[in-house]
């Protein structure tokens, strides 16, 4: 009933933010009040629809909810059609476009179905195993987006350890956690990352020199920490055979995807622009006679990409229509310049909206802290690993749960709540201490 009560409340909400985005039109042109509630009514009921991550009897998903949001804004007057253009940060949609193009070359190829055969024949052990996955999970979202990583790393372990009768959930677990604590360790690592590096400007190796410690012992954690909620499944010397698997992969197209996604790397710690290197290697991989380009294109989270580009909108408008020097210096009184602090709002802020939306919530008033560049990295490590707390903290975990329970595994929320509640809390005290000492 309560959530039922929620859901109508947002219904509500959303018809009044409706009606607040339609009212300047017959109001005066000047009627700068008016303009003010219908913002204000339309970050509202915007943040609170992607939050809950649907709109009560609309068939409509996240990416439409922000497109519709970023509408409303154009149309109440909150900021001109040029204006709302402008607030698109392009370097961040292009980066994401072309990295999710390099995943989708490895995925196509078969790279990654070789690469977790290659750890299977060498983890004969399930605690061996189960570190494996955490590793392999956190190496490749560390450099190649966790949300793409998930969706092709979730089903092969899960047919692996079925297929190994194991019990698959602490391993798929593994993939989610280890997807979103390696992500902290670079600017490609997850949506939120790839936003924070082009407002920042932190260059890629200074952003991996800072956050790779917090992820590495945040991958050491995520394995003790399933070892010791999972000990059963751990304890005792059970020696893993591996199934005989048919592997499907075209080895040319492995060798070449390989090669554009080393040099892409290579051009990120070059100090080449991220979202330069990201699509001109990504739009060089298409050059094949192996491999139809509908094919990559079919790979790419074009939503993802569609409500990046409204939420740019949404918070460019609600900035311009309500945001004031004064506000922004009274919210940097309350201690966003102190690092526990900061770390503490972003992790809550992350999974009460999200990570993305949070992240852009904050853009304001992290750009007038006295040390923005330091600011940033606490955002994205908060951000990041703040995912971790819930089911519900991040795309990544909904993509292996999703990918799970196609397979007949269940993966419910007190099960994940078990283990990431405590991973995240520990996660955060360390990159807490580690950007604060």
């Given amino acids: 009933m309560a959530r039922l009560a929620s859901l109508g409340a947002l219904g509500l909400l959303l018809i009044l933010a409706l009606a607040a985005a339609l009212a300047p039109w017959l109001m005066p042109a000047d009627d700068e009040a008016a303009r003010k509630i219908a913002a204000a009514a339309i970050f509202v009921a915007s943040y609170l629809a ?10 409509i998903d996240r990416a439409g909810v922000a497109l519709v949001g970023a509408c409303l804004m154009v149309a109440c007057g909150a900021m001109p059609l040029d204006q709302a253009y ?7 949609i292009t980066l994401l476009l072309g990295m999710m193009i390099v995943v989708a070359n490895l995925r196509l190829s078969g790279f990654f179905a070789l690469a977790n055969a290659w750890v299977m024949r060498r983890a004969h052990r399930p605690i061996v195993l189960l570190a494996a996955v955490v590793g392999v999970s ?4 560390a ?14 372990v899960a047919e692996l350890t079925l297929a190994l009768r ?14 979103n604590v390696g992500s902290t360790a670079t600017i490609t690592g997850n949506p939120q990352n790839i936003m924070i590096g082009s407002i920042s400007q932190i260059p890629y190796t200074e952003f991996a020199l800072a956050l790779s410690p917090v992820a590495l012992v945040g991958l050491v954690l995520t394995v003790a920490l399933l070892a010791l909620l999972y000990r059963r499944e751990f304890a005792g010397g059970a020696r893993l055979e591996p199934p005989v698997q048919r592997i499907r992969a075209n080895r040319p197209l492995v060798a070449r995807a390989l090669v554009g996604t080393v040099a892409v790397v290579a051009l990120f710690f070059a100090g080449q622009p991220p979202a330069k290197a990201a699509i001109v290697i990504g739009g060089l ?5 192996r491999m139809r380009s509908t094919r990559i294109y079919a790979e790419i989270d074009w939503s993802l990409l569609l409500m990046f580009t409204g939420l740019f909108v949404i918070v460019a408008g609600a900035e311009h229509a309500l945001l004031t020097p004064q506000m922004v210096t009274t919210v940097g009184g309350f201690g966003l ?8 709002v972003t992790a809550v802020l992350s999974n009460l909206v999200s990570n993305v939306p949070a992240v852009l919530m904050l853009q304001p008033f992290v750009a007038a802290l006295p040390e923005p560049g330091h600011a940033w990295l606490v955002v994205a490590m908060a951000s990041t690993l703040a995912g971790n707390f819930t089911v519900l903290g991040s795309i990544a975990n909904l993509i292996v749960v999703e990918k799970a329970a196609r397979r007949g595994v269940a993966i419910g929320f007190g099960a994940y709540f078990r283990a990431g509640a405590p991973l995240t809390v520990l996660t955060i005290l360390v990159g807490t201490w580690w950007l604060w000492r």
Avoid: H, Q
């Fill in 337 to 344: 310049d102190r690092v526990p602090v900061l770390a503490g």
């Fill in 86 to 92: 402008k607030s698109i940060d392009f370097d961040t």
């Fill in 50 to 59: 992607l939050a809950v991550g649907k709109v009560p009897g609309l068939a």
């Fill in 138 to 141: 956190g190496l490749f979202s």
């Fill in 166 to 179: 194991r019990n698959p959930v602490p391993y798929l677990l593994g993939v989610a956690m280890a997807s």
């Fill in 143 to 156: 450099f190649l987006v966790n949300d793409a990583i998930c969706l092709v790393l979730a089903p092969l």
């Fill in 285 to 289: 991989l298409l050059l094949t006679r």
